[in-house]
């Protein structure tokens, strides 16, 4: 069975930088697309970023790229995002799935509980 924990949400001022980790069980992520997607209050489903095809290919959504990066450890089986210049508009619940990408974007399933990122203005 697939268990996806997310860590490392919080509560940062705009400009501040947050590091989000998502371990896995019972799923090896160098195999598989893997990647964040956000909900905040109120709003729809963004995906946020995404890598695939061993780690050599990465999708970012236009309101992040430039200011989050997502990699991963293999040997860890964890997956990471770096979150650097934080904006309000980043606040959300962030959640890490595995995806398939289809037309270009990643599609998620399976997503574990999601970690809060709150970023003050």
């Known amino acids: 069975q697939v268990q996806l924990v997310e860590s490392g949400g919080g509560s940062v001022q705009a400009g501040g930088s947050l590091r989000l980790s998502c371990a896995a069980s019972?799923?090896?992520?160098?195999?598989?697309?893997m990647g964040w997607f956000r909900q905040a209050a109120g709003k729809q489903r963004e995906g946020v970023a995404a890598i695939y095809a061993g780690g050599s290919s990465t999708y970012y959504a236009d309101s992040v790229k430039g200011r989050f990066t997502i990699s991963q450890d293999n040997a860890k089986n964890t997956l990471y995002l770096q979150m650097n210049s934080l904006k309000p508009e980043d606040t959300a619940m962030y959640y890490c799935?595995?995806?398939?990408?289809?037309?270009?974007?990643?599609?998620?399933?399976?997503w574990g509980q999601g970690t809060q990122v709150t970023v003050s203005s």
């Open positions: 019972g799923y090896t992520y160098s195999s598989y697309c």
């Open positions: 799935a595995p995806c398939a990408v289809v037309g270009g974007s990643p599609h998620f399933f399976n």
